[in-house]
């Protein structure tokens, strides 16, 4: 919450030193590699932007008074806007300010990343009490040559296998949407790089859309090994956990979040795959065709704070981020365990009393469940059938099973074969 809190004052962009200032406090938590891909390189089908320079924004009324002001809040200013100093009638001003009649007290968030525009938004109330102008509009900013940062964060395990998370950095003042998701992988990673993972872990945060276009088209012949991705973003609001399939909707990460949500009995949904979104559609495009879903609380578009002054650090709380961040680890132990076993002793049931496998599961809270788990291991345990699979299958917690397994491994009598 406190990193939250610092992150969010920054005003950040596709570009710029937004980003920078911003990748430099998460460098705090873990050691980022940064990207610098330079302005008008082509990605993909796109081309990187220029930098936007932006230092403040306002208008002035008649009487010299700031009725707007980016130093109160930079969703003030239209992200990307470029620079501009005219004296404006209302009339002239109007079509340049954006505002929420619904929503009367909230700032909107809009960007112009794309055309050559400018903008201030405002609340509804502020836009009622502006006066009749003439107005001074400025916006000091310019568009530099400059490069477009991205950051990754590698863990090597000893699989080859990799799970790509992905979370997007370019929102300025907007704290669920997406700090969350900034903060929560980075907290992940952390606690990840102090185990010895089995998976690899390829944490990426990148500005959403040209951001991700930018490093799938760095790394476009290193994507092979991706088995698993999700996208974070939106998660530390209160709103049920959502989980947005991939592509295909059926991958191993599709079964394995129904999975948890049926384990964890807590408030949630599964929406199919859809191209709109966030960055699992660049990941999904395809070419690629990445099995990326995307976890989120609230959906984009269907909270009313989404995308305005609303979404602030009282929407944030300690209580989704930390419901969030054991989802999380919890997501990351289940695709660490989700393993294929053999058993080893498949000719009838080995004889377990024997082994003294029976006191060793007394120290286990409920020995009963760790005995079934046994025998289902056991006899599903033909390499064919992952941890997973036997989960599904047993209704039998997956991480429980992880754990009986690891006894039954201890005892000889699996194997795991991957
Ligand atoms: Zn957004």
């Known amino acids: 919450m406190n990193i939250i809190a610092e992150l969010y004052p920054m005003n950040r962009s596709i570009t710029g030193p937004g980003v920078r200032d911003s990748l430099a406090v998460l460098d705090q938590i873990i050691d980022l590699e940064i990207s610098e891909v ?6 993909l089908d796109w081309s990187v932007p220029q930098e936007w320079i932006f230092r403040e924004a306002w208008i002035e009324d008649e009487s010299g008074r700031r009725v707007i002001d980016s130093a109160n809040s930079n969703l003030h200013v239209v992200n990307y806007s470029i620079g501009v100093d005219q004296i404006l009638s209302k009339a002239d001003l109007e079509p340049h300010l954006f505002s929420l009649p619904d929503r009367p007290q909230a700032i909107p968030y809009r960007t112009a990343y794309y055309d050559r525009s400018w903008g201030f938004c405002l609340s509804e109330e502020q836009r009622q009490q502006l006066g009749d102008g003439p107005f001074r509009a400025r916006i000091d900013a310019e568009h530099i040559d400059g490069s477009l940062t991205y950051a990754e964060h590698t863990i090597r395990g000893t699989s080859r296998d990799e799970v790509l998370v992905s979370t997007h950095i370019c929102h300025p003042s907007l704290a669920n949407d997406n700090l969350s998701g900034m903060v929560l992988a980075a907290a992940l990673a952390k606690e990840l790089g102090a185990s010895q993972p089995r998976l690899t872990w390829r944490f990426v945060f990148v500005p959403g859309t040209i951001g991700a276009i930018s490093w799938l088209a760095e790394n476009r012949d290193d994507l092979q090994d991706i088995t698993d991705g999700l ?17 295909q909707g059926n991958n191993r990460i599709d079964k394995l979040m129904a999975q948890l949500f049926l384990e964890s009995g807590v408030d949630s949904s599964v929406i199919p795959f859809g191209p709109y979104g966030y960055d699992e559609r660049q990941y999904s495009s395809p070419g690629f065709d990445l099995p990326v879903g995307r976890l989120t609380r609230g959906v984009h578009g269907t909270f009313p704070q989404y995308h305005t002054s609303d979404d602030n650090l009282s929407f944030v709380t300690a209580q989704g981020m930390e419901q969030a961040a054991g989802f999380l680890l919890q997501i990351a132990q289940m695709l660490e365990s989700d393993r294929r076993y053999m058993n080893l002793q498949p000719y009838g049931e080995p004889m377990l009393g024997r082994r003294g496998l029976y ?12 005995q079934m788990a046994m025998l289902w291991l056991l006899n599903q345990s033909d390499g ?20 009986v397994a690891e006894v ?11």
Do not use: C, Y
Not at 240 to 246: A, D
Not at 384 to 403: N, Y
Not at 408 to 418: F, G, Q
């Open 384 to 403: 064919e059938r992952s941890l997973l699979e036997i989960a599904s299958k047993s209704e039998i917690p997956m991480l429980e099973l992880a754990e």
């Open 408 to 418: 039954l491994v201890n005892h000889d009598l699996l194997a795991p074969i991957d």
């Open 231 to 247: 996208v974070l973003t939106g998660l530390g609001d209160l709103n049920p956990f959502t989980w947005k399939q991939t592509r």
């Open 38 to 43: 330079p302005s008008g390189s082509a990605v």
């Open 359 to 370: 006191s060793s599961l007394g120290g286990l809270p409920n020995p009963g469940a760790a």
